[in-house]
């Protein structure tokens, strides 16, 4: 019993170490250095900086609201053609591995 415990509490501090960021790569470079990005995504780009550059204290309160939605619904794309990415912590995916070796 003390074993199957002294295991568990392992297994969880090696699930809570070290998050790692795993990213997928668009486009067909083989360095994967330099990604293409389709031309909407410099337009959203240059959106979100005019609306960064407006003085927004001169705007009504509909206005800003309209102008908040707006970036949110940009950032929103953005997210989905950058890839938001994923996070997974070394423990667990030494863990995944373990169960994938004893179990096969």
Same mark, same amino acid.
């Given at each position: 019993?003390?074993?199957? =415990? ?10 809570? *170490? /070290?998050?790692? +960021?795993?990213? /997928? ?6 360095? #994967? @250095? /330099?990604?293409? +990005?389709?031309? +909407? =995504? &410099?337009?959203?780009?240059? %959106?979100?900086? &005019? !609306?960064?550059?407006? @003085?927004?204290?001169?705007?009504? %309160?509909? &206005? %800003?609201?309209? *102008?908040?939605?707006?970036?949110? @619904? =940009? &950032?929103? +794309? ?5 890839? #938001? #990415? *994923?996070? !997974?912590?070394? #423990?667990?995916? !030494?863990? !995944? =591995?373990? *169960? ?5």
């Amino acid at each position: 019993m003390k074993k199957l =415990i002294l295991f568990a509490a392992a297994a969880i501090v090696l699930l809570l *170490l /070290a998050p790692v +960021e795993v990213h /997928a790569t668009l486009g067909n470079d083989p360095k #994967g @250095d /330099a990604l293409t +990005e389709p031309p +909407e =995504i &410099e337009l959203m780009i240059n %959106r979100l900086e &005019e !609306i960064k550059a407006i @003085d927004v204290s001169l705007l009504a %309160r509909s &206005e %800003r609201k309209e *102008l908040r939605k707006e970036v949110r @619904d =940009i &950032e929103k +794309e953005l997210k989905v053609y950058r890839g #938001g #990415g *994923l996070y !997974i912590s070394v #423990g667990a995916a !030494i863990l !995944i =591995i373990l *169960l994938l070796i004893l179990l096969l």
